[in-house]
């Protein structure tokens, strides 16, 4: 029985632009690139700066999420309580439900990124841990 | 036998299908049903064919939760739905027939101000228009169904107050439409089952009658009252309207003695349950979000409906979910009812019925006959006429959009 | 032990609850006991929950089980206040390629050939307590399994649930000691005495028994299988056998509920028994057909000659098959019976979920009640001992104790409040001009980079379904602000019509991204003049960005309250430290948040729309008053050709002002003229500040106007223009 999660408050940014510009960006080091529509990108941590080729993306800091990470040992728990199947690629990112609440994932060899909107992240967190609490 | 098999109701089917009726009324549910019986007990005009494509009350009315109560948001909801509250709990006398009509009372309940504020101004307009409805305290809801856990979710959905709608009742779908047959088919309605209609006769822009997979049938008026299939029906006759068909689910769990008394409702949370005359309990929610004809059910519905139900009632926790199901309704886009004229000569409709058409079967059909008889739009439904989406007078009702049909 | 009934019962290694009190020598069950989750007989009440199989239940210690009541239906369970401890029911979604229903032969050999397909297979049997419940579209297969319950998403589904005996039905069909041939086996296996076994019909295996030759004819008892009495077809002679336990082979159809409730569905086949076809039991001359709703032979005639002569229709007149078992008794006879009246073996009725009777418990597991939003100052309002309210998807402080002191502080000094859930929304792009006039009924090229604009949002009918602010922070770039009800749309139907008309712009949702605090009171200036960075805080309407106690914000100067206000949009991760930063700095102007509660007085006073509260859902500009924000003599826009439409009908209602001396009458309080219904309230406060009650209404044409004298609840109303508060606006431009 592990602990509730604790999903804290992430700094990111948020790149709203032309599809072809995003092509062009590149994941900071040890960061990460999460494609979330073909004209909306959010990178992880956030890069000190980005060129964007499109004078009128919209280039924000992102405070609107918080995230935890899963070990891989943990992957099951989550799966069992997603209506879809997590990709079996790595890396691997994937949007969709978890516990009935949205989340963002982004999957590594080690295990997952879960990023969930601040607003809600309480209650994922809840339902996690009461699903500790049934096993 | 057990005190529930209706023993009564004889059902005298006429096999011979005529090629001309005064009067064709499409769709053999209770709207139907209803419009026939007041043709023939009201107005006397029994030259009428019911035709129905599958067996009587196979749609909506035989499917429903059975709800029937006036506490609607606007005062033409309040005063139509109080005439049909009003009429059914004569039904049974009228007909001679047991339909099981049971005043049981309505709670409606809310978790917070403003929800609480709603109720109040609901039971203003109620009180004002004819239906009895009043604002209750948490006590009072206490009082009224002790089954309820006021501090719900842990104090997440606690009690803050709710309306009570003492008019508010129960009958049984099926016997509702079976005793309006019967009295319908007594006085010489036809109705044929197993008929459906495939197309509408026209004579330039008017509507002659209908053509069924029996042959054609030639009508003084054709009425549309076919539920949830109402949008090809009328484009049959060029018109447009203005319903989207969603599916609606509900279940039953098994049956248990019967002691709960109230309807309990709660739009916030998403649920409305009450006792059958069997002992069921009896479930349902809001419409599937996605417009379809599906009659299918799904699992979520029936984990969504549950658990706030657990929730606010802890008992029905332990209590065995025995039966889903599901109806296609025609939802209006201001959620009211749609009846009379439509603009093409020799075609009405009755129709926008969505989720909350059953209560409206006695007074729906009781009009819309008025209407055919006399071929004036009797006052009491003016207001719910199609043209309103012309002219810009919508009967947007809150009272009608919450979950509780 | 288990305890039945009071009375100790022991059990074996294996044994489900029905073997063990057989076994015992009880048999308090009437009817024809299948022991294989059909028939309704063994139903018992176990550990409070009642219509509980005893053939489905395996025997633990300690168990509580009561007998199904004779007469009548279970008691429903008492009013818990607390959920029962460990009633948790565990919860779990599987996915896989295959599910097998049914362990059987069938079910092991599709099983092994989709193993070796390579599919993962997930295998199902009741017998091993992983019980199917429904087969839904997807397919998706949903299971009580012994962890809890299971939602299993596949590919294919393959029903091999084998085939269900028929049931005798003739009279004392009703009688205890009567068992199916395959339920007399397995019961003879496991040890329980059947004591002198007389088998009528197809013989059981391994039991030893007494071959009854002839037709059934009739069972006969006291309460228990006393005689078996059969008739000799040829010569219409009965015989008559004693006996202990009656076993019936009568044949047997397809346990095919859950492929008939998935007919239709791509991906779900029947295979085995479970496929065959029925062995179509004679024509039902008397007894009982179903013995959930007792429905006998004679009830099937009387209703069908009143005209109920389809199965349907005598299914819902006398209730057969509406039960526990869900017509796995009665189908097969009512079915033979309707044939009988002259037509051919119509088919069973539609097979509806569910087909293990989970309890509203388990049906509820894994799921959730609606996930409300907090803002990142949710735990600092706790803290200062805010009151919660729900409000549109929304946890927001509705007082935090004090609304005197909440309302004074606006009006008087300095206040703060958390309208992080404003919807936020930004827009560039080469199009974003035209976009955004396309979208509004306002002019937007008029609006300066740093200037504002208040502007309704209106769908194609012409009703107004929210509004907010349009902010031009440069040539082809704006931040637009919507309702909180509205946030979480906006971007959505936006990106919509964006894509319908082809605009090449860029749209950010940063709802939840930033945080939001407005500053308001005469004293708001002062206080951030204190915090800021140096630089001119926005005259009325306009918006800058700067630093305020070292935050950076985007400062918008517009006013909800009728006092000067400053709201701070600020990255949500800061808004803890804005807060705090607000409260202590403002403390020596007695600085205070205002809630929910005492914000809809403030804009109330000041006559300003809340949508969705004051507006109905066909509130056109002009009935809400609000024609101003409309400009038919721009561009095409959204809703433009019905507010073009509605704008030539006379109008028939208008939100209004009023106001009156004392106590201000509830939302919803009816106005009347002349004793006529002329319309209602749709808010209303007691104004503190001006010392007497303010509302607004709507109101309807009577005779084609608006005149006369108001009543509500018996009380003169006066009409006033709108805002009741500072009608010129002189404090918010101060
Ligand atoms: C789950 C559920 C719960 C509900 N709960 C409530 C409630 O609690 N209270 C309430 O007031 N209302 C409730 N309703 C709504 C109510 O059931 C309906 O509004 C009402 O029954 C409508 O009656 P109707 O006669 O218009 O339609 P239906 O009963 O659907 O009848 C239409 C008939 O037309 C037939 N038909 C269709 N097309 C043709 C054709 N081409 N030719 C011939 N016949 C045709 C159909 O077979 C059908 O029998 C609920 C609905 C559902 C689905």
């Known amino acids: ?135 | 036998m057990n005190e529930f098999i209706e023993a009564q109701v004889a059902l005298g089917w006429e096999q011979n299908l005529r090629s001309s009726y005064d009067v064709v009324i499409v769709g053999g549910g209770g709207h139907g049903m209803s419009t026939a019986y007041h043709l023939a007990t009201r107005h006397g005009i029994t030259d009428v064919a019911v035709l129905e494509r599958g067996y009587i009350g196979s749609g909506n009315s035989g499917r429903n939760t059975t709800i029937i109560r006036a506490n609607y948001g606007i005062p033409e909801a309040v005063r139509f739905y109080q005439r049909s509250v009003d009429l059914y709990s004569r039904l049974e006398e009228e007909t001679g027939r047991w339909i099981m009509h049971d005043r049981k009372g309505l709670l409606w309940l809310v978790h917070g101000t403003p929800g609480t504020r709603n109720e109040r101004a609901r039971s203003i307009v109620n009180q004002a228009f004819g239906a009895d409805t009043v604002y209750v305290t948490p006590e009072e809801v206490g009082e009224i169904c002790p089954e309820v856990d006021m501090n719900a979710g842990g104090g997440e959905y606690r009690v803050t107050g709710g309306s009570y709608s003492p008019h508010a009742a129960t009958a049984r779908h099926d016997r509702v439409v079976w005793a309006l047959a019967e009295g319908a088919m007594k006085r010489g309605v036809h109705v044929h089952q197993r008929t459906a209609v495939t197309g509408l006769l026209k004579d330039g822009d008017r509507v002659t009658g209908v053509m069924t997979d029996r042959g054609p049938v030639t009508a003084g008026v054709t009425v549309s009252a076919v539920g949830g299939h109402v949008s090809t029906l009328a484009a049959m006759a060029g018109v447009r309207l203005p319903i989207r068909t969603h599916p609606l689910q509900a279940f039953v769990t098994n049956h248990y003695a019967r002691t709960f008394r109230p309807i309990v409702a709660s739009a916030e949370m998403g649920f409305y349950v009450s006792q059958t005359p069997r002992g069921e309990m009896l479930l349902g929610a809001g419409i599937d979000s996605q417009p379809s004809y599906s009659y299918r059910s799904s699992y979520e519905f029936l984990s969504h409906c549950s658990l706030p139900a657990v929730t606010l009632l802890p008992f029905l926790r332990d209590l065995t979910v025995l039966r889903q199901w599901t109806g296609v309704c025609d939802m209006s886009v201001d959620m009211s009812p749609i009846m009379g004229y439509t603009g093409v000569d020799g075609f009405l409709v009755t129709t926008g019925w969505g989720t909350w058409g059953f209560k409206g079967i006695p007074a729906g059909g009781e009009q819309m006959a008025e209407l055919i008889a006399t071929d004036r739009t009797p006052e009491l439904i003016a207001p719910f006429s199609l043209n309103r989406f012309k002219e810009d007078r919508l009967m947007f009702d809150p009272g009608s959009t919450g979950t509780t049909h | 032990m288990i305890d039945f009934d009071g009375t100790p019962v022991p059990f074996e290694e294996g044994d489900t609850v029905l073997t063990a009190v057989l076994r015992a020598g009880l048999w308090p069950w009437s009817g024809c006991l299948c022991a294989e989750g059909d028939c309704p007989y063994c139903l018992v009440t176990l550990e409070g929950t009642s219509y509980v199989r005893a053939c489905r239940t395996p025997a633990s210690d300690g168990a509580k089980v009561h007998s199904h009541p004779t007469d009548g239906y279970p008691a429903l369970p008492p009013p818990t206040r607390t959920p029962t401890p460990g009633s948790a029911v565990g919860f779990e979604m599987i996915h896989c390629d295959t599910v097998v229903i049914g362990q059987g032969r069938s079910g092991r050999a599709a099983a092994a050939e989709a193993g070796e397909r390579g599919r993962r297979v997930v295998t199902l049997d009741a017998r091993v307590g992983r019980e199917a419940v429904g087969v839904y579209a997807g397919p998706e297969v949903v299971a009580r399994i012994p962890d809890g319950m299971a939602r299993i998403f596949c590919e294919e589904v393959v029903v091999a649930t084998g085939s269900a005996e028929v049931q005798p039905v003739c009279p004392g069909n009703q009688l205890a000691g009567i068992l199916t041939r395959r339920a007399a086996a397995r019961l003879a296996a496991a040890g329980v005495d059947l004591g002198r076994v007389v088998s009528i019909g197809a013989p059981p295996e391994g039991v030893e028994h007494q071959p009854a030759r002839g037709r059934l004819a009739r069972f006969v008892g006291d309460g228990t299988v006393e005689r078996v009495v059969t008739l000799d077809e040829e010569t219409g002679a009965e015989r008559t056998y004693p006996c202990d336990t009656a076993v019936v082979g009568l044949g047997s159809g397809p346990r095919d509920t859950l492929a008939r409730m998935a007919h239709g569905l791509p991906g779900v086949r029947a295979v085995g028994s479970a496929a065959g076809s029925l062995d179509r039991p004679p024509v039902p001359e008397a007894g009982v057909v179903c013995p959930c709703s007792e429905v006998t032979v004679d009830d099937l005639r009387s209703v069908w000659d009143r005209g109920f002569q389809e199965l349907e229709l005598i299914k819902r007149s006398t209730l057969a098959g509406t039960g526990a078992c869900q017509g796995a008794v009665c189908m097969p006879h009512v079915r033979s019976f309707v044939a009988a009246g002259g037509q051919e073996l119509p088919p069973s009725f539609t097979a509806r979920p569910v087909v293990t009777q989970i309890t509203m418990g388990e049906a509820a597991a894994g799921w959730y009640h609606h996930a409300d939003r907090r803002t990142a100052l949710h735990d600092e309002h706790l803290a200062m001992g805010a009151v919660m309210e729900r409000s549109r998807g929304w946890w927001r402080p509705w007082t935090y104790g004090d609304a005197d002191r909440e309302y004074w502080a606006v009006r008087s000094g300095v206040s703060i409040c958390d309208v992080s859930t404003l919807g936020k929304t930004l827009v560039s792009g080469p199009d974003a001009d035209a976009f955004l006039e396309r979208i509004y009924p306002s002019t937007i090229a008029p609006i300066r980079p740093g200037r504002a604009k208040y502007v309704l949002v209106l769908d194609e009918r012409g009703y107004v379904f929210d509004d907010g602010l349009v902010c031009r922070e440069a040539a082809n770039r704006f931040l637009l602000t919507s309702t909180s009800a509205g946030a979480g749309h906006f971007e959505m139907w936006l990106r919509d019509w964006a894509d319908a008309w082809g605009m090449d712009v860029r749209i950010l949702d940063r709802t939840t991204s930033w945080g939001a605090i407005n500053v308001t009171g005469p004293r708001s200036g002062e206080l951030l003049s204190r915090l800021g960075d140096g630089g001119r805080l926005p005259s009325f309407m306009g918006h800058t960005r700067m630093e305020v106690a070292g935050f950076a914000c985007r400062v918008m100067r517009m006013s909800f309250t009728g006092e000067i206000s400053y709201e701070l949009h600020h990255p949500a991760s800061r808004s803890e430290g804005l807060w705090r930063a607000l409260m202590e700095s403002g403390a020596d102007f007695d600085v205070w948040p205002h809630g929910l509660e005492v914000l809809e007085e403030l804009r109330l006073e000041k006559g300003h729309i809340l949508v969705g509260v004051d507006s109905l859902s066909d509130s056109t500009p002009r009935r809400l008053g609000h024609g101003w924000a409309v400009r038919m003599d721009k561009g095409d826009f959204l809703g433009r050709h019905a507010v073009a439409r509605t704008s030539r009908m006379d109008p028939d209602r208008l939100l209004v002002g009023l106001e009156m001396d004392g106590a201000p009458p509830p939302q919803g309080a009816i106005l009347r003229v002349k004793g006529d219904y002329a319309g209602f309230v749709t808010s209303s406060t007691w104004s503190r500040v001006l010392g007497r009650s303010v509302m607004l209404a709507w109101m309807y044409a009577r005779d084609g106007g608006f005149g006369g004298d108001i009543l509500i609840e018996g009380r003169p109303a006066r009409r006033v223009a709108a805002p009741f508060y500072d009608p010129e606006g002189l404090r918010v431009r101060a």
């Open chain 1, 1 to 135: 029985m592990s602990a509730p999660e604790r999903f804290e408050r992430i700094g990111a940014t948020r790149i709203v632009a032309d599809p072809g510009a995003l092509d062009g960006i590149e994941a900071p080091d040890g960061g990460h690139l999460l494609r979330l529509a073909p004209d909306d990108l959010l990178v992880l941590p956030p890069p000190d700066r980005v060129d964007v080729a499109d004078p009128y993306a919209l280039v924000e800091p992102e405070a609107g999420f918080s995230a935890a990470w899963f070990d891989r040992s943990e992957l099951p728990r989550l799966q069992a309580l997603s209506a879809w199947e997590f990709p079996r690629r790595r890396p691997a990112p994937a949007q969709g439900h978890l516990a009935g609440i949205p989340v963002k994932m982004l999957f590594d060899v080690g295990g997952v990124l879960v990023l969930v909107p601040a607003t809600l992240a309480h209650h994922l967190e809840e339902r996690l841990g009461s699903q500790d609490r049934l096993e």
